[in-house]
């Protein structure tokens, strides 16, 4: 890899100068930081661009959701091993989609569940689907929390967030000292990546503007206070961390 510090270009995740050309996908090209690892689009597309890109996904409906009882049953799935840290604590579900987690967590004895997406269709379903919990539809970028969470649940989204810094703000602003974060998200670093690494499903172009290997993930969350207590076994090429907020960044 020939590498060199460009211009004017910045890795978005440790700032570093030196980043090259890494893959092409759809005609959209990911760099790759020599320093920390980190993969991600260049140009990199606006918070504006990808929120409108979000609306109307997939088909989705104040009345239908593609697969809704399958993720109906992984929500609950996931919310039962993560049941300590549920019953009787607030939760929110930060990029909720269907509000799916949130309901989960209701039922598992959630004191409150709280979801938030700015696809306004997603919390069109969620809101039907789930009465019991409160939904906000607004940009991640600036939901301000009334107050902090006992659990903040934040699946397959980082990875779309172009700056990856603005989702670890919100994460310190949505948990409280001592709560937790839940994180999943595609694994760079995963053994399991195809010999074409171009192949893989964790380059979605234009929305997953970011990957990261777990190496770098931990990193950033020990830079705004957590510290990983609980990893689940990996699905495939993705990673599952609870992280336990221990000090202000």
């Known amino acids: 890899m020939n590498v060199a510090a460009l211009p004017g270009s910045a890795c978005p995740l440790c700032s570093g100068p030196r980043h090259a050309p890494y893959v092409v996908v759809k005609g959209y090209a990911y760099h790759r930081c020599s320093d920390c ?11 504006i661009d990808l929120n409108a890109e979000y609306q109307g996904h997939k ?12 993720r109906r049953r992984k929500a609950l799935f ?12 607030t939760v929110i579900d930060i990029g909720c989609g269907g509000g799916f987690f949130a309901g989960a967590a209701r039922l598992l004895g959630a004191a409150a569940a709280t979801g938030v997406d700015v696809d306004a269709s997603t ?17 991640l970028d600036s939901f301000v929390p ?29 948990c409280r000292p ?12 995963s053994p ?25 993930l931990r990193a950033l969350f020990r830079r705004y206070g957590f510290e990983p207590v609980l990893r689940l076994p990996p699905r495939k090429t993705g990673m599952k961390i609870l992280f336990r907020r221990v000090s202000a960044p």
């Open 78 to 89: 996931r919310a039962l091993r993560l049941i300590r840290r549920i019953r009787g604590r």
């Open 37 to 47: 690892g980190f993969a991600f689009l260049d140009p990199m597309p606006s918070q």
């Open 178 to 189: 001592g709560g937790h974060a839940f994180i999943t998200t595609p694994d760079l670093g």
């Open 123 to 139: 919390i069109a379903y969620a809101r039907r689907a789930y009465p019991e919990c409160e939904f906000h539809c607004v940009p």
């Open 146 to 174: 009334a107050a902090p969470y006992d659990l903040v649940h934040c699946s397959e989204v980082i990875e779309h967030a172009p700056d990856p810094h603005v989702l670890m703000r919100l994460l310190v602003a949505c």
């Open 192 to 216: 399991n990546l195809p010999a074409k690494v171009e192949e893989w499903p964790g380059f979605a172009p234009p929305v997953h503007t970011g990957l990261f290997t777990e190496e770098n």
């Open 59 to 70: 088909g989705i409906t104040a009345e239908y959701y593609p697969h809704a009882a399958s």
